[in-house]
């Protein structure tokens, strides 16, 4: 069972910089694909970043190419998101999600968990 919590939001100025993490309790997180989505109010979920489960395979969205890194700690069962150069227009509740499959990376409901979001408001 893959049970994610995410920690690590808040309010930063335009062009600052957060690291969100992304913890499983469960037992297999590193056979899991894990994916980050975010939302703004008004708007639908939206694809940011996926790692595969060894870490050795990586995606982003446009938006936040050289900007945003994700990354994984198997170890620690842990999946970090670090934001850089922050805009107003990333200003959004940020959320986990694992699937079991590098396929359809982009798609939320190719996802099977999901964490419960943290949010994250960068001011202009």
């Known amino acids: 069972q893959v049970q994610l919590v995410e920690s690590g939001g808040g309010l930063v100025p335009a062009g600052g910089s957060l690291r969100l993490s992304c913890a499983d309790s469960?037992?297999?997180?590193?056979?899991?694909?894990v994916g980050w989505f975010r939302q703004a109010p008004g708007n639908e979920r939206e694809f940011v970043a996926a790692?595969?489960?060894?870490?050795?395979?990586?995606l982003y969205a446009d938006s936040v190419k050289g900007r945003f890194t994700i990354s994984r700690d198997n170890a620690k069962n842990t999946v970090y998101l670090q934001m850089n150069s922050l805009k107003p227009e990333d200003t959004a509740v940020y959320h986990c999600?694992?699937?079991?499959?590098?396929?359809?990376?982009?798609?939320?409901?190719?996802?099977?968990?999901w964490g419960q979001g943290t949010r994250v408001t960068v001011s202009s």
């Open positions: 999600a694992a699937q079991a499959r590098w396929s359809y990376l982009a798609l939320a409901n190719k996802y099977n968990y």
């Open positions: 790692i595969s489960g060894s870490g050795g395979s990586t």
């Open positions: 469960g037992r297999s997180f590193s056979s899991y694909v």
